[in-house]
């Protein structure tokens, strides 16, 4: 396995506010990218925003003001909230930035010289919104056209076209004969079943009459760049002459599927001699209460607002939690509220409470050692191994949601340890053996503490940070050896107290008047 890992992110339209659909991606992507570093991978994450194309313009038009200016601010805004959200990518491309300009410019026309790109007129129903021609197919059951175009017009146009079908055959081949290049593995059969038609060649161009906004055929300057020809490139682009390609996995949500990265992306490299991706990861569409997430009306609840209350790490984990990686997920406050009081407040909060408290009262802050050893504690090391061994298991197929849950099984096994042990108790015997009892138990849970705050590191990087300075462990830049078991604890210092999950504020009362 070679120790580069090069993760990418779809790229967000330039075209609005960053909403949550935004946010989880980055945060999956993010967790994957913190994860395979801790792995000791040389990683690249990279991701950024798409910025050319007929809505960037009409948005601009309507606001009065220049396409640029107007994606200058919202990039601004977009890189904001990976701020806020403690996303570590190394890189962030603009597809507005001179360095991928040049390379979509000349992948057109080495495809051009290969003869590869033909030009032709066509004449058909043209949807604004999706900026493609319509063909019957697409029309609804009643005839009509699913909102998802917006308006449809009939226009007829001199375009050129990418020769796509003939790599239909290879594709077909390429997906059987790698079955995790799609994953999960059902989105894989969905893109077989589209693949049975017979494939169009691909319209790359829009004529400047109707669109200015984009990156300029290379062999002709009346044209520019269809958005998505421009858009998949951007993943090469950032990372040409650096020998990061082809990229381990691009993380995406899938509506953008097929056909953009299961086909047109594939059969542009193919096209180009350039090896494909190793593997997209698909994720499914958050829901808020239930309604679709990135409407443009917007949705009554702030979803982003719960980092900036509750903290980006809260946010993190709830969205890491409650998707099921490839299926949707519903985003309400008393789903996360939940998930905030009962697996971070009671579960782990609590722990690192309740230890940080006996290691005071009893031991002067400073970790124990492990002096009885007893079912109950080799039982609970052998769920640590469990654990952790699932939780790996699950990362290798970026089952993040699984991953935790079985992270927090060990979690549950250790509040119910402390219950079992009553420490309270052992306290106040005189009996050596309880003593030794004690000494163990706070040993063992210190030790649990450390191992899954550290496992836990990816997903809370602030807070698993802090949970380790407060039991007085470092914080490790890599799992190595990090995540067995082991006594290199005892004695070290604890802090008085920790709170890592505030309790939530009930919410104020409405003023009387
Ligand atoms: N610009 C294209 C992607 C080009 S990639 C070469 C695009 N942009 S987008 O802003 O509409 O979406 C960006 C990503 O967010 C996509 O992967 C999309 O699936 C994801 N999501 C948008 N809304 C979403 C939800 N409601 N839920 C989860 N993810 C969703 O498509």
């Known amino acids: 396995m070679s120790s580069q890992f090069y993760i990418t992110t779809a790229i967000d339209y330039a075209n609005g506010s960053p909403h949550l659909g935004h946010a989880y991606e980055k945060v999956l992507s993010d967790v994957i990218a913190r994860h395979r570093r801790m792995e000791g991978r040389r990683v690249h994450f990279l991701t950024g925003l798409d910025e050319h194309g007929q809505k960037v313009q009409q948005t601009a038009q309507k606001r009065g003001v220049g396409p640029q200016a107007l994606v200058d601010e919202i990039a601004a805004v977009f890189q904001g909230?990976?701020?806020?959200?403690?996303?570590?990518?190394?890189?962030?491309i603009r597809t507005t930035e001179p360095r991928h300009k040049q390379v979509v410019q000349r992948f057109l026309q080495q495809l051009f010289d290969k003869g590869l790109i033909f030009k032709a007129t066509k004449a058909g129903w043209y949807s604004v919104r999706q900026e493609q021609f319509l063909s019957d197919k697409d029309r609804a059951e009643d005839?009509?056209?699913?909102?998802?175009?917006?308006?449809?017009?009939?226009?007829?146009?001199?375009?050129?076209?990418?020769?796509?079908?003939?790599?239909?055959?290879?594709?077909?081949?390429?997906?059987?004969?790698?079955?995790?290049?799609?994953?999960?593995?059902?989105?894989?059969?969905?893109?077989?079943?589209?693949?049975?038609?017979?494939?169009?060649d691909l319209c790359i161009s829009r004529p400047k009459s109707r669109l200015t906004w984009g990156i300029e055929l290379p062999f002709d300057p009346a044209f520019v760049t269809y958005v998505w020809f421009d858009a998949l490139t951007n993943y090469y682009s950032a990372v040409e002459g650096k020998g990061l390609w082809p990229a381990d996995v691009h993380v995406i949500g899938k509506d953008i599927l097929s056909p953009?990265?299961?086909?047109?992306?594939?059969?542009?490299?193919?096209?180009?001699?350039?090896?494909p991706p190793r593997q997209l990861l698909v994720h499914g569409w958050w829901t808020i209460n239930n309604q679709k997430a990135s409407k443009s009306s917007g949705n009554a609840l702030d979803t982003l607002g719960f980092a900036a209350t509750h903290g980006a790490d809260a946010f993190r984990y709830y969205l890491c939690r409650e998707m099921v990686v490839g299926q949707d997920a519903d985003f309400s406050a008393a789903t996360f509220e939940n998930r905030y009081k009962a697996d971070l407040g009671n579960n782990l909060g609590n722990l690192v409470n309740r230890l940080l408290n006996m290691v005071g009262r009893s031991y002067a802050g400073k970790v124990p050692a492990a002096a009885a050893d007893e079912e109950l504690e080799q039982n609970l090391r052998g769920l640590w191994a469990e654990s952790a061994r699932k939780y790996q298991e699950a990362f290798r197929e970026y089952q993040v949601s699984h991953a935790l849950e079985s992270l927090w099984v060990f979690i549950s096994a250790m509040n119910a340890y402390i219950e079992a042990r009553a420490p309270w108790k052992l306290a106040k015997s005189a009996d050596p053996a309880d003593r030794a009892r004690l000494d163990s138990c706070l040993a063992h849970v210190a030790e649990g503490l450390r191992l899954a705050g550290t496992l836990l590191l990816p997903v809370m990087p602030e807070t698993c940070g802090k949970l380790l300075t407060h039991i007085g462990r470092p914080v490790p830049d890599r799992f190595a050896d990090q995540l067995a078991w082991s006594w290199a604890g005892t004695g070290s210092q604890v802090a008085e107290k920790c709170i890592l999950f505030p309790p939530i504020?009930?919410?104020?009362?409405?003023?009387?008047?």
């Open 81 to 92: 909230m990976l701020r806020d959200l403690r996303i570590s990518h190394d890189d962030y």
């Open 143 to 200: 005839g009509s056209w699913p909102e998802i175009y917006g308006e449809v017009t009939q226009t007829t146009e001199e375009n050129y076209y990418f020769k796509l079908s003939q790599f239909q055959a290879w594709l077909i081949e390429h997906i059987r004969a790698h079955p995790d290049f799609i994953t999960p593995r059902f989105r894989q059969n969905q893109v077989l079943e589209f693949l049975k038609e017979p494939m169009n």
């Open 260 to 275: 953009p990265h299961a086909v047109y992306w594939p059969c542009m490299l193919k096209a180009l001699g350039i090896d």
């Open 505 to 513: 504020e009930p919410p104020t009362a409405p003023a009387k008047a």
